[in-house]
Every structure is written in C-alpha cells, then in structure tokens.
C-alpha cells in the first residue's frame, strides 16, 4: 500500500529531527505529533518506479480501501510476479482490467505510462537525481500522472522529506480539524501554513494523513499541466 500507519519500532535520526523541529515550529502540528506518536514514514528510497507509479494512479479518486482491493485484483492478473512489468501490461487486455476494477480512464493512464517506457521516450533512468519541481515537471508530462500522483512518487518512493501535497483532500480535512477552521483552507491558507513545515512538509503530510484515522492520501480529480499552464 502507499499509505501504512502500522507500528514501526524504528524512526531514525532524519525523522526525529523532522518531529522536534515542527513540534516546535507550530505548536498544533506539534500537538498532533504527541498524540499520533513517532512519524513511520517510510524514507528510503522504493526501486519499484513502474509499480510506484501504477499503484499512484490505481489509488487516484479512491479511498484507501477500495484503492487496495482494486490493486491486489490487478495484482492477481499476473500470477507468479511481484508486479508486472511495462511489457505486461501492454499485452494485457483491457477486458480483463475492466474486470478487475479499473476503469476505463486508469486503463488508459497506465497503458500510456507502459508504452512510453517500452518506447524509450520516457525513462526512469537518473530519475531520482532530479530536483522535486523538475521531477514533478518531468512526470507530469505523461497522461494520467498529475500533480498529486507526481507527489506521491516523490515521498513515498523517493523518500523525499520537503513535499507538500497541496490539492490532496485529506490533508484538507485534517488542517480543518487540526485548526478549528469553520471550512476547508484554501491554496493560500495551506500554502501561509506549510512555510512553517519546511523543510519537512511530508513528515508534516503524514501526520495529517495520520491524524484522519489513517484515510490516507485522497486526490481530487487529477489535472494534468503543461509547462506553459501556471499550476493553481
């Protein structure tokens, strides 16, 4: 799953700097910080960039449940690998993804995403060497992987530890209900906050994450942006 809060005995010297550092930088994140406990974000680096992506795009518009299940069926497809790979799902078809769960749209995303590797006009070759923006940039310019999915990418497969999702919902909800605000914050709201959370701002998504019992990551509809669109 993208999204674990299972108990981790093990933090390590990155992620509790993260904590004391916000618990002292906004004193209601840092309340949110006691009561959650350790941050278990998870910050080494996933190789799996094909399943990372795949799964991202699987889990876009979903609860975490239904996300999951959609993703173990998929999974199932291909008896006897870890996850299929580009030529896989090439090859698979569409029929028998329908039936799986996937809807029309996310059949669409990752045949694109798989056709562009098994084409070379997309690699994941010195991927991780990038900057967050340019790699974001650089994501974003395959169809069916916005923003938010690029996001994803970064922190819980790159380890990335200054990413904020700003348009995912559930980080919404729980600033409404971390600071008492009477709707959701607007872009300029989050983005006033987060100045507090860097350089640690996915630590700080996890706690919100954490904080909605656990719901996770929740987009919504993606939007894919041109270099030429401002992104909102």
């Avoid at 700097?17 to 994140?29: F, G, H, N, R, T």
């Avoid at 959370?197 to 041109?226: C, L, M, T």
Wanted: net charge positive; with cysteine.
């Amino acid at each position: 799953m993208i999204f674990d809060i299972k108990p981790h005995p093990i933090t390590g010297p990155l992620l509790r700097k993260a904590q004391d550092e916000l618990s002292m930088a906004d004193p209601v994140l840092g309340g949110l910080i006691r009561r959650i406990g350790p941050c278990r974000l998870p910050m080494k680096r996933r190789n799996y960039y094909f399943f990372a992506l795949v799964e991202a795009i699987l889990y876009q518009q979903l609860g975490m449940k239904a996300a999951a299940a959609i993703v173990s069926r998929f999974r199932a497809l291909y008896p006897g690998r870890r996850f299929p790979t580009p030529v896989d799902v090439g090859r698979t078809p569409e029929s028998k993804l329908r039936a799986a769960g996937l809807s029309s749209q996310k059949i669409s995303y990752i045949k694109e995403l798989s056709r562009r590797l098994l084409e070379g006009s997309f690699t994941f070759r010195n991927l991780s060497q990038l900057e967050d923006e340019e790699l974001i940039l650089r994501l974003t310019q395959i169809k069916g992987i916005g923003r938010w999915t690029a996001e994803m990418f970064l922190i819980f497969s790159l380890g990335r530890p200054d990413v904020f999702p700003l348009h995912d919902l559930g980080i919404r909800k729980a600033v409404q209900k971390a600071y008492g605000l009477k709707a959701l914050p607007s872009d300029r709201v989050l983005q006033r906050l987060e100045e507090k959370w860097k350089p640690y701002r996915s630590v700080a998504a996890w706690y919100f994450w954490a904080s909605n019992d656990g719901a996770g990551p929740v987009i919504a509809p993606p939007r894919n942006k041109s270099p030429q669109r401002k992104t909102p």
